[in-house]
């Protein structure tokens, strides 16, 4: 593992373009040499991995500048939104490693603000209160190749619009019967320019502001606003906002305040993932996962409970770096990311998922041993762990055939095979169920073979076992990609994303077998099983239930090594 996973500061070593545009503010002085970025999120879902790269990035900037990075619940839609989520948020970003110092501040800490800004804007003729239905103002908007055409309420006088704009505050209106629009251009080839709504009346009740406001502000006018009030040097967005950037630069400009600078980059793509906050609500809502922390959704709290650590998360945002073109990342390289940090961090343990009984007929059945098992082959002071052995152990369904394919490295009849850490075993007999399933196998033990090869005859492999007396039953979980289409956002003429759905993406063993060490670690603690994979206890559940974080084979390093 590189060492940079250990530090919990690595975001953002490598610099990109937005470093460079700072790097050049700091030597003219643009901001005294100040850095102050923000992270926004509207607290209507629980945080996906494309937020993850939006967070390492602006709290990365901070940190690498000294600077401070607020985090902001942009909270204009009231009916979406929830503490639930406003929590959930919180506790993300925290559990990625990162502070925002203060607390946590909300758009509708500046409602007042907000407010005074607008009846401004009305005082300077640059504001009005238009009557026209949804249908009309869609209508007088005009197309990308047609200019608009001007509202009939457009020249309202000052008074008469600051009457109308008080009326509004007081509820004196329905909703969506009237906003407030910026007067900017209706013929403006950029779309967000034609007379933009910036207030509209709402009756609903707010999680922070209560039944205090009946107008909310639009989030165009809010945020550049926002940014100002706060003293934000470089507001850091995704691409989709480049052609909002002239009406923040209006707002601002037309205002005369603080004038933070706008910088889009492009957001993370992850093939067979879903990353919006739309369609995980609507898998949530329609039960076709536990739960927003489901480990198989693109969540961080998913995400969390799946097994991936902060450093991984945070090293998988470095590696895909920061650009301004659209582009779809391999989930293979976030994969690559947390069996990179658990090879290196994780303990191994014995774990059989598909027990069936073997029967050492020359162990004696009173004895019992206790071996001494090294916790990490690469890493000696992880220490060793004390592994009971007996005369009736649990091997894995897969690790037996009657008749072996050629190159088979498991135990067949007849054939002789190491348990990991103790002795060699021989199969002398198959016992089969009335069904004709593998039942039990009787083999014979080469008490000789502890720590040395045996003399004569040479084992087919190495296979992992539990002592059945002594092992802790426990249920595994085995997640798959949720998606089985590499886009399932993509236009698909009429299938939806949910048309896509992976039907094998969780698989309950409800019947293994865990060697006793693992009977009481801390939930959310992560091993290796050996010889299937990493695996992590459920942080949710009181019983012993892991979930696979992921599978010990990495395809990604594959594709990496041919590139290179
Ligand atoms: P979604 O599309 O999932 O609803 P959003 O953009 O509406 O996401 P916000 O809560 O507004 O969600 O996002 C907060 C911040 O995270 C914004 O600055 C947004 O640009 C950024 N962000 C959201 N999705 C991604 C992504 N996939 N990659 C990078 N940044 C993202
Ligand atoms: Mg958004």
């Known amino acids: 593992m590189s060492e940079t996973l250990k530090t919990g500061s690595e975001s953002l070593k490598t610099g990109n373009f937005i470093t460079q545009i700072i790097d050049k503010d700091n030597e003219s002085g643009k901001h005294a040499g100040r850095v102050m970025t923000r992270f926004p999120p509207e607290p209507n879902g629980y945080l996906h991995i494309g937020h993850a790269k939006s967070i390492c990035l602006n709290f990365g900037l901070a940190q690498r500048y000294q600077g401070q990075c607020n985090l902001r619940f942009d909270d204009t839609n009231p009916e979406k939104e929830s503490v639930e989520y406003i929590n959930s948020i919180k506790e993300d970003i925290s559990w990625l490693g990162f502070d925002w110092h203060e607390e946590p501040k909300f758009a509708s800490d500046y409602f007042d603000q907000l407010y005074d800004f607008a009846v401004q804007l009305i005082k300077l003729g640059k504001a009005y209160v238009c009557e026209l239905t949804p249908d009309e103002m869609r209508e007088y908007r005009g197309t990308l190749t047609e200019p608009g055409k001007n509202s009939p309420y457009r020249d309202r006088t000052v008074e008469e619009n600051l009457q109308l704009f008080t009326a509004m505050k007081e509820g004196k209106y329905k909703d969506g019967e009237v906003v ?15 007379d933009p709504i910036i207030y509209r009346v709402r009756h609903v009740h707010h999680h922070q502001t209560g039944n205090t406001w009946c107008v909310y502000p639009m989030y165009d006018f809010t945020h550049c606003l926002s940014d100002a009030l706060e003293n934000i040097t470089h507001s850091v967005c995704t691409l989709e906002f480049q052609d909002h950037r002239p009406l923040y630069d209006w707002v601002l400009d037309t205002l005369g305040t603080a004038h933070p600078q706008q910088i889009e980059f492009a957001r993370l793509n992850l093939n067979y993932t879903v990353t919006s906050k739309r369609k995980l609500k609507q898998l949530v809502d329609d039960k076709y996962v536990e739960g ?23 090293n998988f945002c470095e590696r895909i770096g920061v650009t301004k073109s659209d582009s779809v990342v391999d989930v293979g390289m976030l994969e690559h990311a947390i069996r990179e940090d658990l090879d290196a961090n994780a303990n191994r343990a014995m774990a059989v998922l598909r027990p069936i009984k073997v029967t050492l007929t020359n162990y004696p059945e009173d004895k019992e041993e206790i071996l001494s098992i090294a916790n990490h082959p690469k890493n000696e002071a992880a220490g060793k762990r004390e592994v009971p052995f007996a005369r009736t152990l649990y091997i894995d369904e897969a690790d037996f055939a009657e008749v072996p394919p050629k190159k088979w490295k498991r135990l067949s009849l007849n054939g002789a095979v190491r348990l990991r850490g103790s002795y ?7 016992i089969y169920d009335a069904e004709g399933k593998v039942a039990e196998l009787r083999c014979h033990y080469d008490e000789n073979t502890l720590g040395k090869n045996p003399e004569g005859y040479k084992p087919s492999g190495v296979i992992h076992w539990v002592s059945a007396e002594h092992a802790v039953p426990a249920e595994v979980r085995l997640y798959d990609r949720l998606f089985n289409e590499e886009a399932p956002d993509a236009n698909h003429e009429s299938k939806t994303f949910l048309d896509f759905i992976n039907p094998e993406s969780l698989t309950v063993l409800s019947n293994a077998r865990l060697e006793p060490s693992l009977g009481n670690v801390a939930k959310g603690q992560s091993f290796q099983f050996e010889r299937e994979g990493y695996f992590c206890r459920d942080l949710t559940k009181e019983d012993l239930v892991f979930n696979r974080t992921v599978t010990l084979r990495d395809s990604w390093a594959k594709i990496e090594a041919k590139g290179k």
């Open 292 to 314: 927003w922390d489901d480990p198989r959704m693109s969540t961080i709290s998913g995400m969390r409970r799946r097994g991936y650590t902060p450093a991984s998360i945070r």
């Open 180 to 194: 407030l629009r910026a007067k900017i251009d209706m013929a403006s080839p950029n779309i967000n320019l034609r």
């Open 424 to 430: 060699v075993i021989t199969c002398d007999e198959v």
